[in-house]
């Protein structure tokens, strides 16, 4: 099966810029989650979809950081205005979610974010 | 608060030997454990996953214990290879939280011949 596929792998804005990173899950993948990794630290959750509906945004800075999965498909997480400490890994994960509460993480490779 | 503690340095063994890695909680009680295997640039690859109810699993070279007394899962690679070097990352499940994993910042392990 195809994997979770992000884009850009890359990308170097400056502070108070905006961007934006997109993912595409594994398909027929009802759970998916965006994860944010600052370098020497484990994955933190940012949010979780079931489908198309939010199950988990708590950690979230809802300020400056947004999040939609349209259709129930892709998801895109946008940032604006980036900040310094923004800098981090973003990573996008999915898992089959209904009916098997702990089936694993499938993680794509990640987008490198950069702020100057 | 919830916390996840694993091994901040680096575990370095020999090719051959057994290496364990050790993942601790606390104010926690997981319905289950994940363990994942990152390699640099790439993220993280699901490895096993215990259940509260049971005390070991393995898979080929790989053995993982849970200990909800101690509040502590031990992970096992046996025979080690340099391929096995990486960062291996805990994940525990929030009870009734949806499936959602909070993560461990993952011990390194470097395998030398």
């Known amino acids: 099966e195809a994997g979770v596929a992000q884009s850009p792998r890359y990308k170097i804005i400056e502070k108070r810029q905006s961007v934006a990173f997109w993912c595409n899950p594994i398909?027929?993948?009802?759970?998916l989650y965006w994860y944010q990794q600052i370098l020497g630290q484990g994955p933190k959750l940012l949010i979780q979809f079931q489908n198309n509906g939010v199950v988990d945004d708590s950690q979230l800075p809802k300020d400056r950081f947004s999040a939609e999965r349209l259709k129930g498909v892709d998801s895109t997480l946008k940032i604006q205005p980036a900040k310094l400490e923004d800098s981090a890994v973003y990573l996008c994960?999915?898992?089959?979610?209904?009916?098997?509460?702990?089936?694993?993480?499938?993680f794509g490779n990640g987008t490198r974010l950069t702020v100057t | 608060s919830q916390k996840i503690e694993q091994n901040s340095e680096a575990l370095n063994i020999q090719e051959g030997k057994t290496a364990t890695l050790t993942c601790n909680y606390t104010n926690y009680s997981p319905a289950y454990l994940q363990w994942y295997r990152q390699d640099p640039g790439r993220g993280p690859v699901f490895l096993l996953l215990i259940r509260e109810n049971e005390k070991e699993k393995r898979k080929e070279r790989l053995k993982v214990t849970f200990d909800t007394t101690l509040k502590q899962s031990l992970f096992h690679i046996t025979a080690s290879q340099p391929a096995d070097s990486a960062t291996y990352l805990c994940a525990l499940e929030r009870r009734g939280g949806y499936n959602k994993l909070i993560f461990g910042a993952g011990t390194r392990l470097a395998v030398h011949p």
């Open positions: 398909s027929g993948h009802a759970t």
């Open positions: 994960a999915s898992s089959s979610g209904t009916g098997y509460p702990d089936s694993p993480l499938h």
